[in-house]
């Protein structure tokens, strides 16, 4: 019998299609083809891309050649462009303001064809250091509020080039879906004196039927309320509001955890597109105890279609307890 299920940070409801019960192979997934052609962010390609903002690379290396093994460029289409000041303005009953941020894209490695999944440990916590690192540099500019981290793997899920990659946005505002999860967190707060997220993982640990991966200082679940198959979240076991504030152990835990849970992942689901987005706290609330940074991973399996725009419901026809099992038994 289908399910309604409360999430617990935002009040949102979603339906848990019990009946149609959805395994990893009923859903159809296309493999993309090569589209080809020419990569601006290949090696030797350094001076077809906007000059380096910042990069890791081999010792007596200049930046824009080759000779690195991440490097962060300003996006060259960007979403809002770094010039000029936020102007507030009305039109009538309208709000409107200048188009003022930072756009950037982290080019995760060298190697065209590597997927975030088979890289080492080591080099996925070096992407995550880039990330952090320029987070922390944006958060200096004082017209910005909030910075976006995100991940678009596949054409479906919205990336442009196959080349791996990631990207950051620096926002003057924050973000409507942040602030009901900032609203949820300390409203929950405010009731029982103790952060959701905290409480979200203490309750999966003890059931045990949602974990994903394991790991000592970090956790990666399939959420109660899950709005999308095999929708999976990590989260750091101790409570913590801001990304940013993560040292280099924890990002080497961090990058081992994410690592197993996407292998995982594209084990369970062959390689699927997916999204994947860094929650954090707002520009200058890195101390707020009621809220709990996480990445949250959604591969794009279903289509989000007329009662979902029309209802503000998901129907995930995978129970999150189901993919989680999944994940858990494919072997690696």
Same mark, same amino acid.
């Not at 409360?6 to 149609?20: C, F, H, M, N, S």
């Not at 678009?152 to 899920?157: K, Q």
């Not at 409203?187 to 309750?203: L, N």
């Given at each position: 019998m289908p399910q /309604? =299920?409360?999430?617990?940070?935002?009040? =949102?409801?979603?339906?848990?299609?019990?009946? =149609?019960?959805k395994r990893p192979t009923d859903f159809v997934h296309i493999p993309e083809e090569r589209r080809g052609g020419f990569c601006p962010f290949c090696y030797g390609n350094e001076d077809k891309t906007p000059p380096e903002v910042l990069s890791y690379r081999d010792p007596g290396t200049k930046p824009d050649t080759p000779g690195w093994q991440v490097r962060v460029v300003p996006n060259k289409f960007p979403a809002l462009t770094i010039e000029g000041e936020i102007n507030r303005?009305?039109?009538?009953?309208?709000?409107?303001?200048?188009?003022?941020?930072?756009?950037?894209?982290?080019?995760?490695?060298? #190697?065209? #064809?590597?997927?975030?999944s088979r890289m080492p440990v080591e080099h996925v916590a070096l992407i995550l250091k880039a990330a952090e690192q320029r987070i922390v540099d944006l958060q200096g500019d004082t017209r910005f509020r909030y910075i976006q981290f995100f991940r678009? $793997?596949?054409?479906?899920?919205g990336a442009s080039l196959e080349h791996p990659h990631s990207q950051l946005?620096? /926002?003057?505002?924050?973000?409507?879906? /942040?602030?009901?999860?900032?609203?949820?967190?300390?409203?929950?707060?405010?009731?029982?004196?103790?952060?959701?997220?905290?409480?979200?993982?203490?309750?999966?640990?003890?059931?045990?039927?949602? !974990? !994903?991966?394991?790991? #000592?200082?970090?956790?990666?679940?399939?959420?109660?309320?899950? =709005?999308f198959p095999f929708e999976t979240w990590v989260l750091p076991k101790k409570h913590d509001p801001s990304f940013e504030d993560i040292d280099a152990d924890s990002r080497f835990a961090l990058a081992a955890v994410l690592k197993e849970t996407l292998s995982r992942m594209n084990v369970a689901l062959s390689d699927p597109p997916y999204n994947l987005i860094l929650h954090t706290s707002p520009v200058g609330e890195r101390d707020l105890k009621y809220y709990h940074?996480?990445?949250?991973?959604?591969?794009?399996?279903?289509?989000?279609?007329?009662?979902?725009?029309?209802?503000?419901?998901?129907?995930?026809?995978?129970?999150?307890?189901?993919?989680? $099992?999944?994940?858990?038994?494919?072997?690696?």
């Open positions: /309604l =299920r409360k999430d617990p940070v935002l009040g =949102r409801w979603v339906i848990i299609a019990t009946e =149609r019960g303005a009305g039109e009538g009953m309208y709000d409107k303001m200048s188009g003022v941020g930072a756009h950037e894209v982290i080019i995760e490695t060298p #190697d065209h #064809d590597a997927e975030l678009n $793997r596949g054409y479906a899920a946005i620096a /926002l003057p505002v924050i973000p409507k879906r /942040l602030t009901e999860e900032l609203a949820g967190s300390k409203k929950y707060y405010g009731y029982k004196e103790r952060c959701v997220f905290c409480d979200i993982i203490a309750q999966e640990l003890w059931t045990s039927e949602r !974990v !994903v991966v394991e790991g #000592d200082a970090f956790i990666s679940i399939a959420p109660f309320a899950a =709005r940074w996480h990445i949250e991973i959604m591969p794009k399996l279903t289509k989000v279609a007329g009662f979902e725009w029309g209802s503000g419901f998901y129907i995930n026809p995978t129970p999150p307890e189901e993919a989680a $099992r999944y994940m858990r038994e494919v072997e690696l």
